[in-house]
């Protein structure tokens, strides 16, 4: 399995940006694809998840007022639409994949989580 993500760049503060993460060697219909991000000296954090089964979501409540997922299954892609970004928002925007359930766990990664490259950004005037 490997997981692209791209879309990462430098906006300013209440730009938006949208992240795509493309998956390759997952089976579809049996893998949820989510994004996450981790600031230097924090800890990762989940921002959203969306299964390629059925179609359910799961979003961090703190975000789910500027941030969308979706998905494009036929180019087994996920997507991260952001709004409104803020200076607290920079970070390392990482893909992962797990199961086609883990909506219903909050996306909380394990060690059969399988994690892409991240991919930067950074907001700033």
């Known amino acids: 399995v490997q997981l692209q993500a791209s879309g990462g760049g430098l906006v300013q503060p209440g730009g938006s940006l949208k992240l795509s993460c493309a998956a390759s060697g997952v089976t579809p219909n049996r893998v949820t694809l989510g994004w996450f991000r981790q600031a230097p000296g924090k800890e990762r954090e989940t921002i959203a998840c969306i299964s390629f089964s059925d179609g359910s979501t799961f979003t961090q409540y703190s975000l789910s007022d500027r941030f969308t997922v979706s998905r494009d299954n036929t180019k087994n892609t996920v997507h991260l639409q952001m709004h409104r970004l803020k200076p607290e928002d920079p970070a390392i925007y990482y893909c992962?994949?797990?199961?086609?359930?883990?909506?219903?766990?909050?996306?909380?990664?394990?060690?059969?989580?399988?994690w892409g490259q991240g991919t930067l950004v950074t907001v700033s005037s």
């Open positions: 992962a994949a797990d199961s086609p359930n883990w909506p219903r766990f909050g996306c909380r990664w394990g060690v059969e989580t399988l």
